[in-house]
């Protein structure tokens, strides 16, 4: 299973920011659509960052007046991404290792998506529940 399966059922909705937008800014826009993580993006479309929740209380901890900083302040400027033939065992892997949770799916040098450590564990889930059913029934035809 790969990227591609989870952004086909997800979709490739991905909320972004300008990177001299305000921390303020930021939060409203992560409460308003549900989400844990923004992707900064340049004039040019191309992203340049990407500020999660962690990132921001990792920010307020230091300093609880950051509210009107840029977020280019706080983001996390070196942004790892994937791509749709990404699989998700090296994906998740990927995530748990270097220990962030949201990673921005790119395609031809455009922003495509966004999936979430969440996204991902779901996926396997249900492929894992899906070869158990599978198993199952061949279990019982086998004793009929």
Do not use: C, W
């Amino acid at each position: 299973m790969n990227v591609a399966r989870i952004l086909a059922t997800k979709g490739s909705k991905v909320i972004t920011i300008r990177p001299e937008q305000t921390i303020r800014e930021a939060i409203a826009l992560l409460s308003q659509h549900n989400i844990g993580a923004l992707i900064a993006m340049d004039e040019a479309g191309q992203p340049v960052g990407i500020l999660s929740e962690r990132d921001i209380t990792r920010a307020i901890a230091k300093n609880e007046h950051i509210f009107d900083q840029p977020l280019a302040e706080v983001m996390t400027k070196n942004v790892i991404t994937g791509v749709p033939q990404d699989d998700l065992r090296v994906v998740a892997g990927t995530m748990t290792e270097r220990r962030f949770r949201h990673l921005p799916i790119m395609d031809k040098g455009q922003l495509i998506g966004i999936i979430s450590i969440g996204d991902v564990v779901k996926a396997q889930r249900d492929q894992y529940e899906g070869e158990i059913d599978t198993l199952h029934t061949q279990i019982l035809a086998g004793e009929a």
